[in-house]
């Protein structure tokens, strides 16, 4: 199930499946109530979250958009330990998984291949925004 989370990433796509296996070792298993903020748009983040069951919503001041069961958030943390770009409040009781940016950086030690195609799409990200 949680494979399946980390395969909707575009950045987790097409990747070893030893990669994605040591990377489902590292996921923590977090629980948000209704009305929770989970993020805050412009605060620095350490992590990413993959929604496996509930709705949140996701704004800035010119987008919204409510996420639910498979969808992800805060990926430009978890890659750049930056912040982050929206803001994002549970509308029901949130399941989700987060991978920080520390387990990451674990978890590409063994995958320079791969550590060296991430860097590459941040810093081409860099010109334009990571969402």
């Known amino acids: 199930m949680c494979s399946q989370l980390l395969k909707k990433v575009p950045m987790f ?11 489902l070792l590292k996921l923590h298993y ?3 109530q209704e009305g929770d903020v989970i993020v805050r748009q412009n605060v620095p983040g350490d992590r990413m979250f993959f929604i496996d069951h509930g709705e949140a ?4 001041e010119s987008y919204e958009r409510e996420l639910c069961d498979g ?5 430009t943390c978890v890659l750049t330990k930056g912040k982050h770009l929206a ?5 029901t009781d949130c399941q989700c ?3 920080s940016w520390d387990d990451f950086q674990e978890a590409l030690q063994g995958f320079p291949d791969i550590k060296k195609d991430l860097e ?7 010109d334009s925004e990571v969402v």
């Open 71 to 75: 969808d992800f958030f805060g990926e």
């Open 97 to 99: 998984f987060s991978l």
């Open 13 to 23: 796509q097409n990747r070893e499946e030893t990669f994605i296996n040591d990377v």
């Open 30 to 32: 977090e629980v948000f």
């Open 120 to 126: 590459k799409i941040i810093l081409v990200s860099s």
């Open 87 to 91: 803001t994002v409040k549970a509308l």
């Open 57 to 60: 919503l996701m704004e800035t």
